[in-house]
């Protein structure tokens, strides 16, 4: 018979997915009228992940392990880090020339819609410089006077 202090200690932090064998007695416990906190008790899973095993079975009727749902990233780690060194060491070059620098390199083929959107993704952001209005020969007149006056001021 189990203590409550050692069975605590065990459900501690988070763990791996829960294997097929041992989701079968979760359902044939729910099948022989268990409660949710005896079966609990007696796998030694925790409460939620028992409700969990449950509900899914009674949805799908099925407690295999379904896919993730959607699409699979195309740019792996290994890619990300790469391209990320890339922009680093230049970061003059247009997505169009990281995007054929990744292709012979890795042999990913990426657009360079794709390569922005990265780049976004990692806190990278093209940017235009601020236009700065030209300065007429009136203004600098002007200007002139008033900046030599103000070259001693101090904070």
Same mark, same amino acid.
């Given at each position: 018979?189990?203590?409550?202090?050692?069975?605590?200690?065990?459900?501690?932090?988070?763990?791996?997915?829960?294997?097929?064998?041992?989701?079968?007695?979760?359902?044939?416990?729910?099948?022989?009228?268990?409660?949710?906190?005896?079966?609990?008790?007696?796998?030694?899973?925790?409460?939620?992940?028992?409700?969990?095993?449950?509900?899914?079975?009674?949805?799908?009727?099925?407690?295999?392990?379904?896919?993730? &749902?959607?699409?699979?990233?195309?740019? #792996?780690?290994? =890619?990300?880090? @790469?391209?990320?060194? %890339? $922009? +680093? /060491?230049?970061?003059?070059?247009?997505?169009? &020339?990281?995007?054929?620098?990744?292709? #012979?390199?890795? =042999?990913?083929? @990426?657009?360079?819609? %794709? $390569? +922005? /959107?990265?780049?976004?993704?990692?806190?990278?952001?093209?940017?235009?410089?601020?236009?700065?209005?030209?300065?007429?020969?009136?203004?600098?007149?002007?200007?002139?006077?008033?900046?030599?006056?103000?070259?001693?001021?101090?904070?």
């Amino acid at each position: 018979m189990q203590t409550a202090s050692t069975n605590i200690g065990e459900r501690m932090g988070r763990s791996q997915e829960l294997s097929d064998s041992k989701r079968g007695p979760v359902i044939g416990g729910h099948l022989c009228n268990k409660s949710i906190r005896d079966i609990s008790w007696l796998l030694n899973i925790p409460r939620p992940t028992v409700s969990g095993i449950i509900t899914k079975w009674k949805q799908l009727g099925t407690t295999a392990t379904q896919p993730p &749902s959607g699409r699979p990233r195309h740019m #792996t780690g290994r =890619g990300q880090r @790469m391209l990320k060194r %890339t $922009v +680093r /060491r230049s970061r003059q070059l247009s997505a169009e &020339s990281i995007a054929k620098d990744l292709q #012979t390199w890795c =042999g990913l083929q @990426m657009s360079p819609t %794709t $390569v +922005r /959107r990265e780049l976004h993704g990692m806190g990278f952001h093209g940017r235009a410089a601020a236009s700065k209005p030209s300065i007429t020969n009136c203004n600098a007149k002007h200007r002139m006077p008033w900046c030599k006056a103000c070259r001693h001021w101090t904070l």
